[in-house]
């Protein structure tokens, strides 16, 4: 099949056009790839914009997209944006492959482990640090426990989508002397494979012969289902 990459945002003609060839049959793989970036104004309106285009291509369109490649390169964002596209990524039945190239800071961590299969590349790195909040925050207990359980959240999340320790997590998320002026770590592609938060180190072309093995491993159990 036809394979369509697709980078967001997306204006509405490169919409249209896409779903007019799905629905002319031109495309038999369609792979989605985004690049999220961080620290302007228009970082939670790209993430908005990415969870629309999922929605309206990869799950309105399932029934011609056969597998997902996210690309990430971002130095985080708001968690609530972030942890929503990781769960409806991880959600999903279709093959899917991350790949991280630059840096899949943050927020960017559950999103790169939300695929069924996460590459990175060896000089990309990831950045594992404890909740934090810009702006004015209210000191009271509340807001502790508030944090508490956002951390929570997505230690579960990562550990659930992944093979390292949550105790390894938690340890390098409140490691001292590698950030400036907060705690946290910095670990690059062979230590994210070794720490097993990555599958594998790879790139590109390593990424997207992963996916289309997966999804021509899927057409071959679906052919072979008597059902």
Do not use: W
């Not at 592609?189 to 491993?217: F, K, W």
């Amino acid at each position: 099949g036809q394979l369509v990459q697709l980078a967001a945002p997306m204006d509405d003609a490169g919409k249209e056009r896409l779903k007019n060839r799905i629905r002319n049959g031109n495309v038999g793989s369609v792979i989605l790839a985004f690049s999220a970036t961080a620290g302007n104004d228009t970082q939670r309106d790209t993430e908005v914009e990415v969870y629309n285009e999922l929605q309206r291509v990869a799950v309105e369109e399932s029934r011609d997209i056969e597998g997902l490649l996210v690309i990430l390169n971002t130095v985080g964002g708001d968690i609530e944006a972030g942890l929503a596209l990781a769960e409806l990524i991880a959600g999903m039945e279709k093959p899917t492959v991350s790949l991280v190239l630059g840096g899949g800071h943050s927020i960017g961590v559950p999103l790169a482990v939300a695929a069924k299969k996460c590459f990175i590349a060896p000089t990309a790195s990831m950045t594992l640090h404890p909740v934090r909040m810009n702006g004015t925050v209210l000191g009271v207990p509340q807001i502790s426990a508030y944090f508490e359980r956002i951390q929570d959240s997505i230690v579960d999340f990562i550990t659930a989508n992944c093979q390292i320790d949550p105790d390894t997590l938690r340890t390098l998320m409140q490691r001292n002397g590698q950030l400036m002026g907060e705690a946290g770590s910095v670990v690059y592609g062979p230590e994210a494979v070794e720490l097993g938060l990555c599958d594998r180190l790879g790139s590109l072309r390593e990424a997207l012969c992963c996916l289309h093995q997966m999804i021509a491993d899927k057409r071959n159990r679906i052919e072979g289902d008597p059902a």
